[in-house]
């Protein structure tokens, strides 16, 4: 079935059989790759786009439930050549490691601020707290986010 | 011997191109790299690239683990560097008319004292490009200079705006997706599939049974998911063998029985500890692409090993291995997981049997299922202390699981045939099979500190679920014991733990980090409301001490508050790269100390998700993780990924005493262990009993 989805501020429309997730349309259709699979059960936060602005793991929604919502991804943040604030701040920070958790953590720190602009810890870390990281970044990421807060 | 022409690459355009067999998964080998033949060649990091891990371009390589990267390749780069420093000054020399010793480097420059008459790098090689064997003894550049630091990699940028490919994220032309069955029980024989309901789904292209593997191939990932399931397999537990122990004497000193029997009850210490079976657990679950074609095939995937997987797919495809490519795109973080490269040894044969290029990857049940574990381990120690409170007799048993993947073979499930006999790393860079086993379970096995006497025996024996390495080998549950231990001695001399160790340690570089963190700490202020706990370890040569201050709460939930490391890892090259290393070894082993526990009855592993093996998240990361490097530019650059993981768990365990007076001998430290512990605190056995031990126990 043929399915329009906002990305990224652009109509795009796939053709896809009904009930096919969002992060495999994202990912095998449309080649927006930064979205990670890592469990396939909601439970990882690799894979994680903003849906209206809401931090959701693109493999719980299916691509009739993504129509006609905003959806954003890693790749839709910066501005042509200038980063969003938040990705600056992940580089500047250095909350980098094998970069697997990279995309959602940093998606997820957007919506935080959005959302709240200048957080708690307490609330940071439990905006960032659906991100599993084996590398063990968490500290960094919640120094990153603090510091694109204002 | 390495030559130079397999190293470095003066590129036309000035910059430099390194070549290593190394891989990068998070370790920062893209920053590093640069930095250590930036450093040699005087030149910025940002001129120099490197090529990692791809078969076809760089020399043969062993493997990236054991925290071996910058310690040997990096001191293969160094070299390579330096001795084209030297063939750049000669050629110069004689271009210039002068001698070498009238000569300087800069900025990729070779530049006369004086007239300041220069020739640039690429005017020296354009004709001839460097060639040659690398000599053993090459002058480096002394004292090491440190290019400035940078927060992040080359590799940052692409991360931060998803650009960055990871092997998963390869879309061949004409791909299609794979599906393995793996079984839940260790080692299980497939008894019966359905194979013409799995064949009559839609998209299906083959139900695939080469003998090693039973899987399917579709067009879609989801089609060949669903055609998994159909396939209904039904399992049966292959006959057990009785399995066979190794038994290794590290160290057995005459007269440690005597040591021990001499001293009276109350000196003379004994206690279990256990470490249960950890998943590797990467986020990124293991991951393959591969297209193999009659004359030759190209491989993507998530391994620590290129060259050992290009040598398993030649076996399988009987193709000559140079006919085999690995090229590398980016990994999640692997800690050990990588070393056997499952989904992309099941894509080779998938895409052998199917003549199409065959991505498979392996879901988060598919990880907790049949992905490698650390193994478990057991401990027994037993010492005794002289009047003065110290060691004179140190007796240790530890029984463990194999760490190594493919020695020997092994019945994972996943299709990894055996090395080759004659191979390169049959022969093994360590010895023999026993000997590396020695090598690895029994890492930090033997004490650092001055016991006297000492009995020390390693009992291997297969693991009930499949084990292998994870972040640090056999260090980390071993110093677990020996650490918990130590603290117990200093308790039962009535010594602080860190004052007791510093007066049996000789080494003065350990010394020194544990100096680093008892000041760093305020150690010694009192009163303290909370918990303060110490460990240390001497991880091959890499000295490291780390406090840990934990609060317990009623309810028994430990929460690890702050973190003071000192790590002498010998000369830093990338000061950002490797706190970040040093923090995430320990938010990495706090979580393996408190949450982690392979879900399994005997050989059968029962979860298959994140809630039924939990790690820690950004809530349960530490307020501070405060590191300080103690070591000193002369010295070469040693390993650093795994060995701050390693004393984390006895720290945690050691503080969780010091606020609370619980000691807990069994990982993971879970709420419900401490109140145990708590509970038995109580009522603790007369001391030098003889009763049997169990884990958790002591006497």
Not at chain 2, 69 to 77: A, F, P, Q, T, Y
Not at chain 2, 275 to 304: E, F, N
Request: a negative charge.
């Amino acid at each position: 079935m043929a399915v329009t989805l906002k990305i990224n501020h652009q109509d795009r429309t796939v053709e896809s059989p009904a009930g096919t997730s969002l992060l495999t349309v994202l990912r095998d259709e449309l080649g927006l790759t930064g979205a990670r699979f890592g469990c396939g059960q909601g439970r990882c936060g690799a894979c994680v786009v903003l849906v209206d602005g809401q931090p959701v793991p693109a493999c719980t929604l299916t691509c009739e439930e993504a129509s006609g919502r905003s959806i954003v991804t890693i790749e839709g943040l910066a501005t042509g050549d200038t980063l969003h604030p938040v990705q600056r701040a992940f580089l500047d920070e250095g909350a980098v490691q094998c970069g697997y958790c990279t995309s959602g953590m940093i998606l997820a720190g957007v919506a935080l601020l959005e959302r709240v602009p200048s957080p708690s810890d307490a609330e940071i870390r439990s905006a960032l707290a659906p991100h599993l990281c084996r590398c063990g970044i968490y500290l960094r990421a919640i120094r990153a986010v603090r510091s694109a807060s204002r | 011997m390495s030559r130079i022409e397999e190293r470095l690459r003066f590129e036309p355009d000035g910059t430099v191109t390194a070549l290593s067999g190394k891989v990068e998964y998070g370790q920062g080998l893209r920053a590093a790299y640069p930095r250590i033949v930036a450093e040699e060649l005087g030149i910025a990091p940002e001129r120099v690239h490197v090529v990692l891990g791809d078969t076809d371009q760089v020399p043969w390589d062993m493997g990236t683990f054991g925290s071996l990267s910058v310690e040997m390749d990096g001191k293969e780069l160094r070299g390579a560097a330096a001795f084209a420093r030297e063939l750049l000054v000669a050629r110069a020399a004689q271009r210039l008319g002068c001698a070498p010793s009238e000569l300087e480097v800069e900025n990729g420059i070779v530049r006369r004292r004086g007239d300041g008459r220069g020739v640039s790098f690429t005017e020296l090689v354009a004709a001839t490009p460097l060639a040659g064997v690398i000599p053993e003894e090459v002058r480096l550049a002394s004292p090491t200079p440190t290019c400035p630091d940078s927060p992040a990699g080359p590799d940052g940028p692409d991360m931060v705006t998803g650009r960055v490919e990871f092997a998963g994220d390869v879309r061949l032309p004409g791909m299609l997706h794979g599906a393995v069955l793996h079984p839940a029980i260790h080692g299980a024989r497939l008894q019966s599939i359905n194979r013409a309901a799995a064949m009559a789904l839609p998209g299906v292209v083959a139900v695939v049974e080469d003998g090693s593997i039973t899987g399917v191939v579709a067009e879609r990932e989801d089609q060949a998911l669903a055609a998994l399931a159909a396939l209904n397999p039904v399992w049966a537990r292959a006959p057990v063998e009785s399995p066979a122990a190794t038994d290794i004497v590290l160290r057995s000193d005459p007269g440690t029985e005597a040591a021990l029997s001499a001293a009276p009850a109350p000196r003379r210490l004994r206690a279990a500890y256990f470490t249960p079976h950890v998943a590797g657990a990467p986020i990124g679950p293991s991951v393959g692409v591969a297209d193999v074609r009659a004359d030759r095939a190209l491989l993507y995937g998530s391994t620590q090993v290129p060259f050992r997987l290009r040598e398993q797919v030649a076996s399988i495809t009987g193709l000559p291995a140079d006919r085999v490519h690995f090229d590398p795109r980016a990994m999640s973080g692997g800690f050990g997981r990588h070393n056997a490269s499952d989904a992309t040894i099941e894509a080779a044969r998938l895409s052998h049997a199917v003549g199409r290029p065959v991505r498979v990857q392996w879901g988060r049940g598919d990880e907790l299922r049949a992905g490698p574990n650390r193994p478990e381990m057991t401990a027994e120690l037993e010492a005794a202390l002289d009047a003065g409170g110290r060691i004179t007799g140190w007796r240790e048993e530890i029984r463990t699981n194999p760490y190594t993947y493919d020695v020997g073979g092994d019945g994972a499930g996943a299709g990894r045939p055996p090395l080759a006999t004659g191979s390169r790393e049959a022969a093994g860079p360590w010895g023999s099979p026993t000997q590396m086993m020695a090598m690895m379970a029994g890492r930090n096995a033997i004490p650092p500190y001055d016991v006297r006497r000492a009995e020390i025996t390693l009992h291997i024996t297969p693991g009930r679920v499949r084990t292998g390495a994870l972040r640090s080998l056999g260090a980390s549950p071993n110093t677990f014991a020996i650490e918990s231990f130590m603290d117990e001695l200093a308790r039962a001399a009535g010594q602080d733990p860190i004052a007791f160790r510093l007066a049996q340690i000789t080494d003065p570089r350990l010394r020194r980090v544990l100096e680093a963190v008892r000041e760093r700490s305020g150690w010694t202020a009192t009163p303290r409301r909370k918990g303060l706990g110490v460990a240390c370890v001497v991880y091959r040569q890499t000295c490291v001490a780390e406090v840990v201050e934990v609060s317990v709460a009623r309810s028994g939930q430990v929460s690890v508050e702050r973190v003071w490391c000192a790590v002498d890892p010998g000369h830093v090259v990338h000061p950002s790269g490797a706190r970040n290393q040093v923090e995430g070894a320990i938010q990495m082993a706090a979580s393996w100390t408190l949450l982690e526990e392979l879900p399994h009855r005997g050989d059968e592993v029962t979860g298959s998700t994140w809630q039924d093996y939990p790690i820690a998240t950004c809530t349960d990361a530490p307020q501070v993780i405060d590191v300080v490097f103690t070591g000193d530019d002369t010295m070469p650059s040693l390993g650093l990924g795994e060995p701050p993981a390693v004393p984390m768990a006895p720290a945690i365990a050691n503080a969780i005493f010091d606020a609370c007076g619980a000691r807990v001998r069994a990982l993971p430290i879970r709420p419900d262990a401490v109140l145990r512990a708590l509970a038995e605190s109580s009522e603790l056995p007369e001391p030098g009993g003889k009763a049997p031990l169990r884990p958790g126990s002591s006497s």
